[in-house]
C-alpha cells in the first residue's frame, strides 16, 4: 500500500471536504427544483472512498455501489462537472443526462453504478470478478452495499459463490444504522454484520468508518488477499450518515440527539483537528484549501447550468437499437 504520509492526510480532508461541499450543494439545488427524481445524500461517510481508493490500484481496480452513489465515483476520477450535470439531466453529464441521480457510471473509471434495486449489485459485483478471474487480469471488484441489503437473498446466493469460486471481490458494508428508516437491531437478528460473512468461511471484519487510515489498512489487506487468488473478504464498516435516507425522509425514526451525538465523531472535523493538534499545516492554509474547495464546487454547478439537455433524439437512441421503430418514429416527427 502507498504510505500514509502527512500529505496524504492533507489531501484526505481536501477531498472529504470538497464531497461534502459538493453533496450541500445538491441538496440546495434539489430544494430549488433544478435535480429531481429522488437524491441520497452522502454527508458523514466520506472516510470510505478516502480510504477505499488509497488502498486501491485504480488502474485496473472496479467499483460498484447502490443508488448514494455521487460521490464514490469523484473518488474513483470521475470529473464531478459530469457528475452534476448528470443530476441536472444534462447531455454532458456521465451517462447524457438520462440516468441520473442513482444511476451514475463510468466505463473509463471501472466505476458500474449507481443501482437503484436494493441489493441488485451484489451479484454484478462478483460477476465482474469472475470476469476478472477468467482472463486473469489481476484485478479486484469493491462491492459496496448498505446495510438494508444484507437482508437480501441475492447476498447470501454471491457470498457463498465468491468462496466457492475464490473470486477477486471485497463486500463492503456502509453500515449507517439505518436501511432507510429501520434500524439494524430493528431488521438483523445479528447486530455484528461482519459476521454474516464469517457464516461462509469469509474473512470478516468490523472497521470504524470514521477513519480513513483504518479503513485504507483493512482494504488494503483484503484485496492483496482477493488479487493473490486467496479469495473474497467481508468489511463491515461502522459509519452514520447525517442527512435522511433520501430528500424526502422525515427522520422520524431517530432523535436530533443521536444525530448530534454522531456529528461528534465527524471524520472531516476528526482529520482536521488530528493535522492542526500535529502541527503538519496551519489553520490558515486549512482555510485556503476551504475557499478552493467552495470554488471547486461552484464550477461544477457553473458547468452543469450551462450544459444543454438531450435532446429527444439522443434519448432515442439511447433506448432504441432499431433505428427505423416506426411508432417512435412517427412520435418524433410530430413533436
Not at 470510505?48 to 467499483?63: E, F, N, V, W, Y
Not at 424526502?248 to 431517530?254: Q, V
Request: net charge positive; aromatic share 10%.
Amino acid at each position: 500500500m502507498k504510505k500514509i504520509t502527512i500529505k496524504t492526510y492533507i489531501k484526505w480532508f481536501e477531498n472529504m471536504l470538497f464531497w461534502r461541499k459538493f453533496e450541500d450543494k445538491c441538496r440546495s439545488l434539489y430544494l430549488k427544483q433544478k435535480i429531481r427524481g429522488f437524491l441520497h445524500l452522502y454527508n458523514g461517510q466520506e472516510a470510505i472512498p478516502a480510504g477505499l481508493t488509497h488502498a486501491m490500484d485504480l488502474s485496473k481496480d472496479h467499483m460498484i455501489t447502490a443508488y448514494r452513489c455521487h460521490i464514490l465515483p469523484i473518488s474513483m476520477g470521475v470529473d464531478p462537472k459530469k457528475i452534476m450535470a448528470e443530476l441536472l439531466g444534462k447531455k454532458s453529464g456521465t451517462s447524457l443526462g438520462l440516468g441520473g441521480s442513482m444511476h451514475i457510471f463510468s466505463k473509463k473509471h471501472r466505476f458500474y453504478g449507481g443501482h437503484g434495486i436494493v441489493g441488485g449489485q451484489i451479484p454484478l459485483g462478483a460477476g465482474i470478478a469472475f470476469a476478472d478471474k477468467y482472463f486473469n487480469r489481476k484485478s479486484v471488484t469493491i462491492t459496496i452495499m448498505g446495510d438494508g441489503a444484507v437482508r437480501q437473498g441475492s447476498l447470501h446466493e454471491t457470498l457463498n459463490m465468491a468462496m466457492l469460486w475464490k473470486l477477486p471481490v471485497i463486500f463492503i458494508c456502509e453500515n449507517n444504522k439505518y436501511a432507510m428508516g429501520t434500524s439494524v437491531t430493528r431488521s438483523s437478528s445479528m447486530d455484528d454484520l461482519h459476521h454474516i460473512g464469517t457464516s461462509y468461511g469469509m474473512p470478516s471484519i468490523s472497521v470504524d468508518g470514521m477513519d480513513p487510515k483504518k479503513i485504507a489498512i483493512a482494504a488494503y489487506n483484503a484485496i492483496e488477499r482477493a488479487r493473490y487468488g486467496k479469495g473474497a473478504t467481508f468489511l463491515d464498516i461502522k459509519t452514520y450518515r447525517y442527512r435522511g435516507h433520501s430528500m424526502s425522509d422525515a427522520e422520524s425514526y431517530r432523535s436530533k440527539d443521536e444525530v448530534a451525538l454522531f456529528k461528534k465523531q465527524d471524520p472531516i472535523f476528526k482529520l482536521k483537528h488530528l493535522i492542526l493538534d500535529n502541527k503538519w499545516e496551519s489553520e490558515n492554509k486549512l482555510n485556503i484549501i476551504e475557499t478552493i474547495v467552495k470554488k471547486k464546487v461552484d464550477s461544477c454547478v457553473q458547468f452543469a447550468e450551462q450544459s444543454d439537455p438531450p435532446t429527444l433524439q439522443e434519448m432515442y437512441d439511447s433506448v432504441y437499437h432499431e433505428t427505423d421503430y416506426p411508432f417512435v418514429d412517427n412520435i418524433l416527427h410530430t413533436l
